[in-house]
């Protein structure tokens, strides 16, 4: 493929894409195959001679799309959202273009510096502390992750290294090895799988502390918890919050846990992977109050602030990867053309549309809410047992009209509603909500035959 090649090719793939997402919802939401569909539709080897491009192309429909989950239709509520909008596609075109590895400034000055500016903008639309800011001096700032996976690793790993570091300085006869085999690290039983994945990546203890009746943890809990384990002899030093837990988008304390944590010079790391978004709008920023007390921040503007994957943000100078794309480029571009106002409006609109979900289950005397709706999730069931929940998932599933998935809270099944692609409208959310309480009555119907006919018999 030669430049003029290239130049046609390139605008038939941005018709493709366009084509693809004005007509998203028109395809089947989530994917009917088994696992392993893939393999027998293409040769078991690379090919040897160069095959054309039209042949490619057509091999999308045939093979690809086929077993695409359409995260970006108006119809998957499932997960939380990945982010997507035409001016990060084109900045993503760009990146690839440059083809730049920014592992240090000079292996490209731009790619460094624009991170670092474009993470100073997020700071301040998010009215962090200056302590996050890295401005003119560099005392503050962070880096580009690819996901909050990795940004929770390396907040662990920097409180490890800070830890030993400190016991060391106390009684310098103590080795690493002795001192990390009392280490302890607490997150909430609430807390996403990645965060206990980084306690065993790190080799470390991790506790997890109970939460209250809202799913969030409270500075009581957390306290005895460290007290009991320094009564142990253990070491506690690291406490993950969590801001918009993954199966309820609960908030963890911070105004209450910050002053514990710096009291008991334990490293606050807060995941606020999905909400973190939100606090642009100046309603939701006192949902992140008590930041001032974290030694570390991150979350996620691939997730709603409409800049695609991959864009996990953290406010601490500390990376896995030697190597780095141009990731800033995204952000740059989506920031300049919605401007501050179009990325509230964004998250607004989304909230919006989660609250008008609630309560169209909130008038439905079958169901129940399940946990406060604070941004863009609705949790909800129907009054029964897991086993009839189950079954509603699984027939919305098998329909591929809607897409949700569960969580467990306080040990019953529950269905998750997230408000997720920009495409999403009021209409959306009622024909969802007509889908589901259709396929409600139907299940509801079978199982007052059954229970009729078990009482006959």
Same mark, same amino acid.
Do not use: Y
């Given at each position: 493929m030669d430049a003029a090649e290239f130049r046609r090719r390139g605008k038939e793939m941005v018709d493709y894409v366009a084509d693809y =997402?004005? &007509? *998203?919802?028109?395809?089947p939401v989530y994917p009917d195959l088994e696992p392993g569909y893939l393999r027998s539709l293409i040769p078991n080897e690379a090919p040897l001679e160069p095959e054309s491009y039209e042949d490619i192309i057509k091999d999308v429909e045939r093979v690809i799309m086929p077993g695409v989950t359409h995260w970006h239709s108006p119809y998957f509520f499932a997960y939380f959202p990945a982010a997507s909008s035409y001016p990060a596609m084109v900045a993503d075109m760009l990146c690839g273009a440059i083809g730049c590895i920014g592992f240090s400034w000079a292996a490209s000055p731009a790619c460094t510096e =624009?991170?670092?500016?474009? =993470?100073?903008?997020?700071?301040?639309?998010?009215?962090?502390?200056?302590?996050? *800011? !890295?401005?003119?001096?560099?005392?503050?700032?962070?880096?580009i992750q690819g996901t909050a996976s990795e940004a929770t690793l390396m907040s662990l790993l920097a409180a490890r290294c800070k830890a030993v570091r400190r016991v060391q300085a106390i009684n310098a006869k103590k080795s690493e090895s002795e001192i990390l085999s009392k280490l302890v690290a607490y997150t909430s039983d609430q807390a996403h799988s990645s965060v206990e994945r980084a306690a065993l990546i790190g080799a470390v203890m991790m506790r997890k502390v109970p939460t209250d009746n809202h799913y969030a943890v409270?500075?009581?809990m957390l306290k005895k918890m460290v007290e009991e384990d320094k009564a142990a002899g253990l070491i506690p030093f690291y406490f993950c919050a969590t801001l918009g837990t993954t199966p309820s988008c609960a908030f963890d304390h911070l105004t209450e846990l910050g002053p514990l944590c710096n009291e008991e010079n334990m490293w606050m790391h807060i995941d606020a992977a999905y909400a973190g978004s939100a606090f642009v709008c100046p309603e939701f920023r006192p949902l992140l109050n008590g930041v001032e007390f974290a030694d570390s921040f991150n979350f996620n503007p691939h997730k709603w602030l409409l800049v695609n994957f991959d864009s996990a943000i953290v406010k601490q100078h500390w990376q896995i990867p030697l190597g780095r794309r141009f990731r800033?480029?995204?952000m740059w571009f989506v920031f300049r053309m919605y401007g501050l106002k179009g990325l509230q409006a964004h998250i607004?609109?989304?909230? !919006?549309? !989660?609250?008008?979900?609630?309560?169209?289950?909130? !008038?439905?005397?079958?169901?129940? *809410?399940?946990a406060e709706v604070v941004l863009g999730?609705?949790?909800?069931?129907?009054?029964g047992s897991n086993e009839l &929940?189950?079954?509603?998932?699984k027939? *919305?599933?098998k329909s591929r009209e809607i897409h949700l998935v569960p969580c467990q809270l306080s040990g019953r099944f529950v269905l998750r509603f997230a408000i997720c692609a920009r495409s999403t409208e009021s209409h959306h959310i009622q024909q969802a909500w007509q889908h589901i309480t259709q396929l409600t009555f139907e299940l509801l119907q079978e199982a007052n035959v059954k229970c009729h006919k078990g009482k006959v018999e």
């Open positions: =997402l004005e &007509n *998203i919802e028109k395809r =624009l991170e670092t500016v474009m =993470l100073d903008w997020l700071g301040k639309m998010l009215q962090l502390p200056e302590c996050f *800011i !890295a401005g003119t001096h560099g005392r503050g700032g962070g880096v409270r500075k009581e800033s480029l995204k607004r609109k989304q909230v !919006a549309l !989660a609250k008008e979900f609630e309560s169209l289950v909130r !008038a439905d005397k079958r169901f129940e *809410i399940c999730l609705v949790c909800f069931r129907l009054k &929940n189950q079954e509603l998932l027939r *919305i599933t």
